[in-house]
């Protein structure tokens, strides 16, 4: 069955970097786009990134510039680097396969000074 394992959340500070990692399993990954989504507390869960099988990436307007999304097919992985980080990127990252094909459990990421 399709997993996807989400790490790499925690605390930073305004300005600050992460990076989002999303292990994946039981499809073939080289072969779905793979996409990140974000629910900050109180709000519905939003488009962050989604990269496409020939790693053309496109982003939301609010992460675009500070945000990469990225690929591994030999590990089956996707990353989310988040550079820049403002308290309103403050939420729980998900991954899924496509635009929301499949959803993994969730990092929670805090911006907090």
């Known amino acids: 069955q399709v997993q996807l394992v989400e790490s790499g959340g925690g605390l930073a500070q305004p300005g600050g970097s992460l990076r989002l990692s999303c292990a994946a399993s039981?499809?073939?990954?080289?072969?779905?786009?793979m996409a990140w989504y974000r629910q900050a507390p109180g709000k519905q869960r939003e488009f962050v990134a989604i990269?496409?099988?020939?790693?053309?990436?496109k982003y939301a307007e609010s992460v675009k510039g500070r945000f990469t999304i990225s690929r591994d097919n030999t590990k089956s992985t996707v990353y989310l680097q988040m550079n820049n980080l403002k308290s309103d990127d403050t939420a729980n990252y998900y991954c899924?396969?496509?635009?929301?094909?499949?959803w993994g459990q969730g990092t929670q990421v805090i911006v907090s000074s």
């Open positions: 039981g499809f073939t990954f080289s072969s779905n786009a």
């Open positions: 990269i496409q099988t020939d790693e053309l990436p």
């Open positions: 899924s396969v496509g635009y929301g094909g499949y």
